[in-house]
């Protein structure tokens, strides 16, 4: 199922989105929701982010292909930071530079979207806590990070976690293409296979002193190819059987 969340008439909704229909939820589909028996086209609604998660669980230089783009060494446990739920935006609203001379760059990532409340899971039951999968586009200002040596402004700006355009539970994440284009030129390309540190490890790591609870997310890194933004630009993160979100910088 494609779950999503949508403005229509200047109300938000919950729905579920089959084909180009949506049917409305009467709730919130991560806790639990019936469809109301309303339902509209695809095109008469305006798409939000999926999902406000309550967190954002980070995962740094977790692929690969980047790794080795960087000559950096296989990293012995996963490097996590969290962005705050005021960054999140969704498909085609602005990623919004904080300053001209910055060093901002895009980052393509596969979001797992939190089920149920997980404290202390091991890898082997983890997979029964997540609810879902989504594109993120982790953005980060690198500028930032040579100034303050730790990551929190850097990642955590508002606006730099557009999430969307759908959670849904109908793909396979360990082997999922996963692209990202710049002005519709592709700068990333690479399957999640490519994670150094897979789905279950990454929750049994981040629940052992993290509690997750319904609705957060963990962003699983990006593959190489990363790149800067600049005012102007339209950058697009799709990932096989999700969709793509797309959103103008400004």
Known sequence: MKYIRYRSEGKGYFGELEEDVVYELDGDYIHGAERTGRSMARGEVELLAPY???????????????????????????????????????????????????????????????????????SQEAMDYVFGYSCINDITDKTMFEEDVIWARGKGCDTFAPIGPVVTDEIDPEDAMLETRLNGKVVQHMSTADMHFHIPALIQFISAYITLEPGDIIATGTPAGTGFLHPGDIVEVSIEGIGSISDPVV
């Open 52 to 122: 406000i998660p309550g967190k954002i669980i980070g995962v740094g230089a977790n692929y690969k292909s980047f790794l080795d783009s960087k000559k950096r060494e296989y990293p012995v446990r996963p490097r996590i930071f969290q962005k705050p739920r005021t960054a999140v935006i969704g498909p085609g609203e602005a990623i919004r530079l904080p300053d001209p001379s910055h060093a901002v760059s895009y980052e393509g990532e596969l979001a797992v979207v939190i089920g149920k409340r997980c404290s202390k899971v091991k």
